[in-house]
Every structure is written in structure tokens, then in C-alpha cells.
């Protein structure tokens, strides 16, 4: 008896583990994952201006905006073209949307610790943004 029991075991333990290996059994394997996309630069472009956030201006468009940004005051030309660019996109998407206190929020995005602007520098600055950057 004890060996038809161990036989019948060995034979059921041998038909699950057949049964494990079969292709069709689809519940057992993970699902495919779906391919990882890079946005392209359109798709970047077309995200930035559906945000409030212009282009990155270049050539004499850069040049007014950098002079009419350090002309609120002139010590934001120690900081780089570049932070000053990043910034200035940063505040057109505030504008943009609405901010509750956009003045606020162009002294503290163009200030910093080791200068800090005032809120009335911060108005100035959101004044040649609208005539640069980021027009209505």
C-alpha cells in the first residue's frame, strides 16, 4: 500500500511539475513592459509653452533681455547668462499662471542670500520680463 501511495505522489509531483513548464500557461510569466521614450526636443518645446515658459532666447532677443534684467540691477551680472535665462523662463511661467505675489516671487528667484532684492526690484524685474521674455 505504501508504495502505490509514494507512486501515485511521484506521478501527480511529475504532472505539476509538467504542467509548470507548459508555453500556453500565460499566468506565470510577467507582463512585458512597455518601452521607455525620451521626449524629444518638440515635445520638451511644446510642454515649456503649454506651462507659460518661452524659449530660451538667443542672439539679439538675449541681448535685450540681459540688459534690461542687470538694468534693474546692475548687480545680477555676476550671476551667469545661463541662471539668468533659467530664472527668467521660471518667472514668465509664474506670470503666466497667475502667482498670487509674482513680485515677490521674481526678487526671490533672481535674489539671492549673499543679495537679496526687494519686492520693488522684484516688480521692475517682472516689468522687463513682460517687455522681453515673456510678453502677455
Known amino acids: 500500500m505504501r508504495i502505490r501511495i509514494a507512486a501515485v505522489a511521484l506521478a ?16 506565470s510569466k510577467a507582463p512585458a513592459k512597455a518601452p521607455v521614450t525620451t521626449p524629444t526636443a518638440v515635445d520638451t518645446a ?34 551667469t ?28 528667484r533672481f535674489g539671492n542670500d549673499v543679495h537679496p532684492l526687494s519686492d520693488i526690484k522684484g516688480k521692475a524685474l517682472n516689468a522687463a520680463l513682460r517687455a522681453t521674455l515673456c510678453p502677455k
Do not use: F, W
Open 46 to 79: 511644446r510642454m515649456e509653452a503649454n506651462l507659460g515658459i518661452p524659449p530660451k532666447p538667443t542672439g539679439a532677443a538675449l541681448t535685450r533681455y540681459l540688459a534690461a534684467v542687470t538694468a534693474v540691477d546692475p548687480s545680477l551680472k555676476l550671476d
Open 81 to 108: 547668462d545661463r541662471s539668468l535665462v533659467d530664472a527668467g523662463r521660471n518667472q514668465c511661467m509664474a506670470l503666466h499662471g497667475g502667482a498670487a505675489n509674482p513680485d515677490h516671487l521674481a526678487a526671490q
Open 12 to 27: 501527480a509531483a511529475a504532472l505539476l511539475a509538467l504542467a509548470a513548464c507548459n508555453d500556453d500557461d500565460t499566468s
